[in-house]
């Protein structure tokens, strides 16, 4: 395990770090509306377009750069959204730390919000279950199902590119953060 996306859940982030050993990136989805409830609807478009132009950066030093001057920028207008991008900086680029392939595939938690929306889609369509059981049923095989899907018809990462996060490369600076490069 290297990586845990999620929310800014303070016991998520512990246990990623306590019990997992892994690195914790917080959904830039989950990031966007919490940062966005600091500042007036009419200005959220601008707001997220500033946020945005960080992670369109092509290395992390020049993400991290552009992080701070767009938070030291908003700060002039709206403190708290200044400090809470202090706050998250390194977790919300944490993506950054591993190969540019997968950056936008774990930059947040999009994939596993559809597994969600599709298994409340079906359950919905069910209203009411006869017992634990049958929601068991239903919710195990969703999850079989897309699992199936992940690892047979639609690949989510290619073994080529999950080989330079589990072998120590030397140009993977996040294996070289973790002292785990031979």
Same mark, same amino acid.
């Given at each position: 395990?290297?990586? =845990?996306?999620?929310?800014?859940?303070?016991? /998520?982030?512990?246990?990623?770090?306590?019990?997992?050993?892994a690195?914790?990136? %917080?959904?830039? @989805?989950?990031?966007?509306?919490?940062?966005?409830?600091?500042?007036?609807?009419?200005?959220?478009?601008?707001?997220?377009? @500033?946020?945005?132009?960080?992670?369109?950066?092509p290395?992390?030093?020049?993400?991290?750069a552009?992080?701070?001057?767009?938070?030291?920028?908003?700060?002039? %207008?709206?403190?708290?959204l200044?400090?809470?991008?202090?706050?998250?900086?390194?977790? =919300?680029?944490?993506?950054?730390?591993?190969?540019?392939?997968?950056?936008?595939?774990?930059?947040?938690t999009?994939?596993?919000? *559809?597994?969600?929306?599709?298994?409340? %889609?079906?359950?919905?369509?069910?209203?009411?279950?006869?017992?634990?059981?049958?929601?068991? %049923?239903?919710?195990?095989? /969703?999850i =079989?199902?897309?699992?199936?899907?992940?690892?047979?018809?639609?690949?989510?990462?290619?073994?080529?590119?999950?080989?330079k996060?589990?072998?120590?490369?030397?140009?993977?600076?996040?294996?070289?953060? *973790?002292?785990?490069?031979?």
């Amino acid at each position: 395990m290297r990586l =845990v996306i999620s929310d800014a859940h303070q016991g /998520l982030k512990n246990a990623a770090a306590k019990v997992l050993g892994a690195t914790w990136q %917080r959904c830039r @989805v989950h990031f966007m509306r919490n940062a966005l409830a600091y500042v007036p609807k009419s200005q959220n478009q601008m707001v997220a377009a @500033v946020i945005r132009t960080a992670f369109v950066q092509p290395t992390r030093e020049e993400a991290v750069a552009q992080w701070r001057e767009t938070a030291d920028r908003l700060r002039e %207008r709206f403190e708290k959204l200044g400090a809470l991008m202090d706050e998250a900086e390194a977790d =919300v680029l944490a993506f950054m730390g591993f190969p540019k392939d997968h950056w936008k595939k774990i930059a947040s938690t999009n994939p596993l919000e *559809r597994v969600n929306k599709e298994i409340k %889609r079906r359950s919905n369509v069910v209203g009411i279950f006869p017992n634990d059981a049958a929601i068991m %049923r239903l919710v195990g095989a /969703l999850i =079989v199902e897309q699992n199936e899907e992940w690892h047979l018809t639609r690949r989510y990462m290619s073994n080529e590119s999950l080989a330079k996060v589990i072998k120590p490369d030397p140009e993977n600076k996040l294996l070289e953060a *973790r002292g785990e490069v031979a």
